[in-house]
Every structure is written in C-alpha cells, then in structure tokens.
C-alpha cells in the first residue's frame, strides 16, 4: 500500500474530526472543504480522474459556497459565529454509538476475505462514460436531472418564502 | 494479519462515517448536523470506488457511474436540507436542534 494513500486518509478523517469538533461554525466548514478535497485526491489516486472532477466541482465548489452562505445567514449576530459545543448529554451517547458502529465495521471488515484482483482495472475514458450515460444508463440520467431540477426548484421555494403577514398567505 | 487494499480502503472510509456520524449526533447546530450526513454520503462513495477498483470483476465503468449518480442526490439533499435550515431560522431565529421542533410556521 503506498504511502499516498496512507497520507490521503489521514489527512482526510483528521480535517473531518476536526471539523465536527470545532465551535467556529466558520472554519468548521472551512476545514471540511479539505476533507472533500482529500477525498477527491482518493478518487485520483484511485484512477477514477472522471469521479475526482466532479468531486471537486461539486462538493468543493458549489456545496461549500451553499455551506457558507447558510452559516452567514444563520449566525446569530453579525461578528459572532460561535456555537455552543456539544454538551455531555449529546456527546457521549454518540461516542458511545460511533464506536460501536465503527467496531462492528472493522470487525467485519478485517474479519471477511475479500478477493482483489492485483491488476488495475482498465482506464475508463470520458467517452465511454458519455457513452454509457447515454446508452444504458439514460432513464437513470433523466431521473437524476428531473429529480434534481425538483429538488433545487423547491430549495428555492423553501428558502425564498418570508414569513407571511398574515398566516397562510405566502407572499 | 495480511490486509490488502480493499481492506485498507474499506477502513478509511469506515473511519469518514464514524467521524459523521458522531458528528451528526452529537451536534445540535443542524448545519453542522447535515455536515455530518454529507461526510457519511462520501464515505460510502468511497466504498463503491474501492470495489470499483480492486474488486474481483471490474465491470466497465459501472462503479464510477453509481459514484456520478450518488453525487447528484446528494447534491440535492444538500440544498433541500440547507433550504429549510434556512427557513427554520427565518421563522425561529434559531438552528439548535433542541428549539426547532415547529414544521408550521
């Protein structure tokens, strides 16, 4: 196992712990955007270049701006973007929950055999992706893009309805 | 103890769900708390890249396809939940989970 990868998600789960451990809800979010990154330097790694791209474009371009313009939205006052840590009530039963899961995981993963071929699969080029997408995979594009269509145009409605003057009447 | 790359793989992404799903519980800011589901959502993408790649029988693409689609729910799930985060504290003033507990305005 080379030492990249080994960096990678170090790198990736530490920016990511971090990033749900802090109280600036700021540079919470800022650190995620590394993680993402991170991940998206797995999938080149991995040779999924297609897959990486994407990643980058969505996650760390436009997912994070959303991020960010949420945070700012939300904050309470205009020089303050704290938040109150998680209280000891909340913390330990998902400590206690995420070891479990994360025990249960490992147990079953280093626990079960699983047969990998040592050659790398072949390099899937954009075009085949086009091709694919296009061919086999066409309802499934058409449902993504109408579903996806639905659910920004509906983000919209959420977000842009102000509180009515009078109730039931959205302006 | 023999641990191949799918294994190692498995466990990166094992350890990216944990990390949000701890965070998704134990927060009770909901930004912060949808950041937790997004961080669980990659991890399983990662997931389906490994088996892409070192998987006993590479199909063609197959593995960065489920990724492609993947991506784009969770795309939408980010806005949606953004959106009513947005909107909880226009009507609340407020995120913490513990306050929000109106749908209606």
Known sequence: ?????????????????????????IRSALLLVASWAGIAAFYLWAGAEFVAFAQVLVYVGAISMVVLFAVLLTRPSRDEAEVTPASAGRLLPALITGGA???VLVGAIVGSPLRTTAKPPPPVTVREIGLQLMGPHAAALVVVGALLTVALLGAVVIAATSRPADPGEPR | MNLSPLHLCLLFSSALFCVGLIGALSRSNAILVLLGVELMLNAGNINLIA??????????????????????????????????????????????LQEANRLRG
Do not use: C, K
């Open chain 1, 1 to 25: 196992m080379s030492l990249a990868f080994l960096l990678i998600a170090f790198l990736t789960v530490a920016t990511a712990a971090v990033a749900m451990a802090l109280r600036n809800l």
């Open chain 1, 101 to 103: 899961v994360l025990g």
């Open chain 2, 51 to 96: 088996f892409w790649r070192y998987g006993p029988a590479p199909a063609e693409g197959t593995g960065i396809l489920f990724v492609l689609f993947a991506i784009a729910i969770a795309a939408a799930e980010a806005a949606v939940g953004l959106a009513l985060v947005i909107a909880v504290h226009r009507h609340q003033r407020n995120i913490r």
